[in-house]
């Protein structure tokens, strides 16, 4: 048996010698980044970057512990090998104050990229003081911009206190993120957790988010996208949209958004359009196995978005919405209507499936609103179905 052990313990050594051979490993700190938390970092990483980037092999980057001002970085590619690995030990901080950049952290042409662990602090708190005083201010920056890359897989990272949204995912394919925390006060303004555009097969899971906006939203362009097993709270829930802004726009379609729990939300599983004339659709939606706990709007389609109701568009929604299933929801709305379903009058929503809903508020009973909406209701149902 021991002779046994021995054999396996030293094939074992072996596979991982022969690993770390072939896999050329490049430290930020041996390209002059130092984890003071003051001086800028941002040249050694891109130092570090092109060194692993160009490498005909599979390559390691590593982050050690401490913390490293990143004053702005750019990680392109495309890269030699499709095989780079990223080890986040340590804080990536951003400048105190606020600039004009719209970007903070950002990849782009990359394919193939792990990234394992790390702490991305966008130190957001002066930018959100000049917009809360609604002083003139930059557009502000997204901390982590994922740009026309695909394959690419982001685990256990922590994402705080960004200035705009804390991840954002455009034009991209194949990116897996797992593991996620992503966290700012519930009153900064739009802090979205994660925002995918024009991306396909995204999939995010067993991720924690505590915003000041969406947890997630997926506007014009998302295909393909699965969602599970997410904390979501406090936020404005997980929203397809807001979509119809612009006259041409790419439908979303085949989205799955399961398991997810949400604790004081304003909103719960949403889908929001403007009410002017667009050419997209929302189509292939399974929303399932959903808890609400004091949640404001558990389950609304809102085809008349207009945030603060100023200057809002006109009365028809352009969006086509169908095949949107919810499925297994149940908990506590904070407010007696639970269930809206307020669609387009000039493009009704179609297909719409509700099965097993149990939504109380209060000691009161809790209601339904339908409004130009086609669709069936079977099994439990509380609120009392209105299709």
Not at 160 to 179: C, K, P, R
Not at 286 to 304: G, R, S
Request: aromatic share 8%; glycine share 12%.
């Amino acid at each position: 048996m021991a002779q046994t052990f021995g054999s396996l313990l030293a094939l074992l050594l072996i596979s991982y010698l022969s690993i770390t051979m072939a896999t050329a490993a490049y430290n930020v700190v041996d390209f002059g980044a130092k984890p003071d938390g003051r001086t800028d970092a941002a040249k050694a990483f891109l130092a570090a970057w092109a060194a692993a980037c160009g490498s005909n092999q599979p390559a390691t980057i590593i982050v050690p512990s401490g913390g490293f001002l990143v004053s702005q970085a750019l990680f392109s590619g495309p890269c030699s090998n499709t095989g780079m690995r990223m080890f986040i030990k340590g804080t990536l901080m951003a400048p105190a104050g606020y600039s004009d950049s719209t970007q903070w952290i950002t990849i782009k042409y990359v394919e193939g990229l792990s990234i394992y662990g790390g702490r991305l602090d966008g130190r957001g708190q002066a930018f959100w003081a000049c917009k809360n005083a609604r002083r003139s201010c930059p557009y502000g920056a997204t901390s982590l911009t994922i740009g026309q890359s695909k394959n690419l897989l982001l685990s256990g990272i922590r994402l705080v206190n960004s200035e705009l949204f804390h991840m954002s995912i455009f034009a991209s394919s194949g990116i897996t993120l797992q593991g996620a925390t992503i966290t700012a006060p519930d009153d900064s303004p739009n802090t979205d957790g994660i925002h995918i555009q024009m991306s396909s097969f995204v999939t995010i899971t067993g991720s924690t988010m505590r915003t000041g906006d969406d947890c997630i939203s997926m506007g014009p362009g998302s295909t393909d996208v699965w969602i599970e097993n997410i904390k979501c709270g406090p936020g404005h829930g997980i929203s397809v949209g807001s979509l119809g802004g612009e006259a041409q726009e790419a439908g979303v379609q085949n989205i799955t958004v399961r398991a997810v729990e949400f604790t004081g939300t304003q909103n719960g599983l949403r889908i929001k359009t403007w009410a002017k004339p667009s050419n997209g659709f929302v189509k292939g939606v399974t929303f399932e196995h959903a808890v609400m706990k004091n949640v404001q709007n558990p389950i609304v389609v809102d085809q008349n978005y207009c945030p603060g109701t100023v200057n809002c568009p006109g009365p028809s929604s352009g969006i086509k919405i169908s095949q949107v299933k919810f499925n297994d929801v149940h908990g506590t709305s904070a407010t007696q209507v639970a269930v809206k379903l307020d669609c387009s009058p000039s493009n009704p929503c179609t297909g719409i499936e509700l099965q097993d809903i149990k939504l109380t508020y209060q000691n009161e009973r809790s209601l339904s609103y339908c409004k130009n909406v086609k669709g069936t209701a079977s099994g439990v149902m509380i609120p009392s179905s209105c299709l």
